[in-house]
């Protein structure tokens, strides 16, 4: 099977515009999560969509936004770029199993903002 | 709530064994995981285990759960050049569900 795919690899904006990055995730699984990764902060949970709904939230403005498709592809949206928010953004897929979910990760987004 | 920390560094000499350490606060975790995270690549899931366990071994990984101490640690026998990577510890909170990481231990090995 194919592994998550997210795309772009890498983006670069610059303060005040918006950006959507996509992520489809590995075939059969229907739940996607999205993740920010800095040095700073470390490795913090954006939001997980599952059948096209949003089911858990983290602590993120509401700048930070996403959604889910019926193919269970995934887009996350920033809006009013800042400069913190340069980061690698990472998406993950779930097969849920007995309850117990195993993400698998893609290889993620660079988004530098200038 | 709901916290996880781990040593930033660790270095060993190749053929050695690697211990990395992470600790937990949420008593009621349900699944404790590592991830391996590559240089300029996403996480790989290396291996997990259920809260009610204490033990699992898969090849060279082993896992130990002290549920009591909230103290999970990944034991890396004949550590190779090829493991240096950044491992990640995290745990599925049981009130949030949500998947909570550690800051992530850089492991150094040493020809």
């Known amino acids: 099977k194919a592994g998550v795919t997210q795309t772009p690899r890498y983006l670069i904006k610059t303060r005040g515009q918006q950006v959507t990055l996509s992520c489809s995730p590995i075939?059969?699984?229907?739940?996607v999560s999205w993740y920010q990764q800095t040095p700073g902060q470390g490795l913090q949970f954006l939001f997980e969509?599952?059948?096209?709904?949003?089911?858990n939230k983290g602590n993120f403005p509401g700048r930070f936004s996403g959604r889910q498709f019926s193919n269970s592809r995934s887009e996350m949206n920033v809006s009013t770029l800042e400069l913190g928010d340069s980061a690698l953004y990472l998406c993950a897929s779930s097969l849920l199993a007995g309850g117990h979910e195993t993400q698998y990760f893609g290889p993620g987004t660079r988004l530098l903002v200038l | 709530g709901e916290d996880v920390e781990q040593s930033l560094f660790l270095s060993v000499r190749e053929g050695d064994s690697s211990v990395i350490n992470c600790t937990y606060t949420?008593?009621?975790?349900?699944?404790l995981y590592w991830y391996k995270q590559e240089p300029g690549a996403g996480l790989q899931l290396l291996t997990y285990i259920f809260s009610n366990m204490d033990m699992k071994q898969d090849q060279r990984l082993t896992v130990l759960l002290n549920k009591k101490d909230k103290h999970l640690s990944l034991r890396i026998a004949d550590t190779q050049t090829g493991d240096s990577a950044i491992y990640f510890c995290?745990?599925?909170?049981?009130?949030?569900?949500?998947?909570?990481f550690g800051t992530g231990t850089l492991l150094a090995v040493q020809p």
């Open positions: 969509y599952f059948s096209e709904t949003q089911r």
């Open positions: 995290a745990e599925r909170g049981g009130a949030t569900n949500k998947l909570i």
């Open positions: 949420d008593s009621s975790s349900t699944y």
């Open positions: 075939s059969g699984h229907r739940s």
